[in-house]
């Protein structure tokens, strides 16, 4: 398989054919699993240690592996990602009875420093979804694309994954696949609904529409479905056009629709749904961002939440007490 960037592996093929049919997971998905596999194979044949492959693997293999990534400078997040797939394979392997054991479970994860999301402002949402010139086709499909991103939350992949028959504009909802191809229908605002129907108007009455692909829902300059890397290059360009200084990636997006969501206080079940997140620990980190807003706007605030107390309030009150007495 592709993914595995020419590795050649009946056991390694055999698991991502399983993730990609058994386990229904996204082709996105399947390839990072592929590439961080082959990866560790790569590492296995410059050390001269692929023969009898995945058989003859040790949990100090592994740890070799791993102070081969860590020489390289590779983040510890990528390394325990890779470590995480590894996990996974043998997982695969010992219910096959392939092996006997998993090494992968003898081995530490690299601990990873939780990073909260980046989010814009309402009001930089505003000024970029404002920036597109919506006056010819290009633009008219950009501007619904943006608006889509922060009205529904979604992810790129689920973007570019729309077809016209997911896009229901008079009931304002729209159906998209996430991860594992799971589906789910969220509700789309009317300045998104107005963006999307402006768009469609123009593509039915573009002289090309003839060879264009009839199924998709966004389409490049030759009428074939989007992808991935066209959204975020689409997207930087805009960045830059409305003045914004931090990093925007679409997923600044997605963080930004359920910071401001918690802001305006929808519930964080609601969020997790609106998400697709399949546990609420992975919503909950939205909740760190908006309790620090809460703490700062207090520092801010407050005549009496100076955070550095005076050398006279250093001293415990009962001890102060007690030299009065």
């Known amino acids: 398989m592709s993914t595995l960037s020419g590795v050649q592996n009946e056991h390694l093929n055999a698991f991502l054919h399983y993730l990609q049919i058994e386990r229904n997971m996204s082709e996105h998905t399947v390839r990072s699993y592929g590439v961080d596999l082959a990866q560790f194979y790569s590492f296995l044949v410059e050390q001269g240690q692929e023969s009898d492959f995945p058989c003859t693997v040790s949990h100090q293999t592994i740890r070799s592996f791993l102070a081969w990534m860590d020489e390289r400078n590779i983040s510890r997040q990528t390394s325990a990602r890779k470590i995480a797939a590894l996990r996974s394979f043998y997982k695969f392997l010992m219910k096959r009875s392939i092996v006997s054991q998993n090494p992968?479970?003898?081995?530490?994860?690299?601990?990873?420093?939780?990073?909260?999301?980046?989010?814009?402002?309402?009001?930089q949402v505003e000024s970029l979804l404002a920036t597109p010139d919506a006056t010819g086709f290009a633009g008219a499909r950009d501007k619904a694309i943006l608006e889509l991103l922060y009205s529904a939350g979604m992810r790129t992949f689920e973007l570019v994954g729309l077809n016209h028959e997911d896009v229901d504009l008079a009931r304002q909802i729209i159906r998209m696949r996430g991860k594992g191809k799971k589906e789910r229908v969220n509700p789309i605002g009317s300045y998104a609904v107005a963006a999307i129907r402006l768009y469609m108007d123009m593509k039915r009455l573009h002289p090309d529409r003839s060879r264009f692909d009839a199924k998709a829902l966004f389409l490049n300059l030759r009428g074939q479905r989007l992808t991935t890397r066209s959204i975020r290059r689409m997207l930087a360009e805009y960045v830059t056009l409305a003045g914004l200084s931090h990093e925007v990636t679409p997923h600044t997006l997605r963080h930004s629709f359920a910071t401001h969501l918690l802001q305006r206080g929808a519930d964080l079940r609601v969020v997790q749904e609106l998400l697709g997140h399949e546990n609420i620990?992975?919503?909950?980190?939205?909740?760190?961002?908006?309790?620090?807003?809460?703490?700062?706007?207090?520092?801010?605030?407050?005549?009496?939440?100076?955070?550095?107390?005076?050398a006279d309030f250093t001293t415990p009150v009962a001890s102060q007490m007690v030299k009065t007495a």
């Not at 919503?283 to 605030?301: D, G, L, M, R």
């Open 104 to 123: 992968a479970l003898m081995i530490h994860t690299p601990k990873i420093d939780k990073k909260l999301p980046t989010f814009l402002t309402i009001e």
């Open 281 to 310: 620990s992975t919503t909950q980190i939205y909740t760190h961002i908006t309790a620090s807003e809460v703490q700062e706007a207090y520092e801010n605030a407050h005549p009496r939440a100076e955070t550095t107390l005076e």
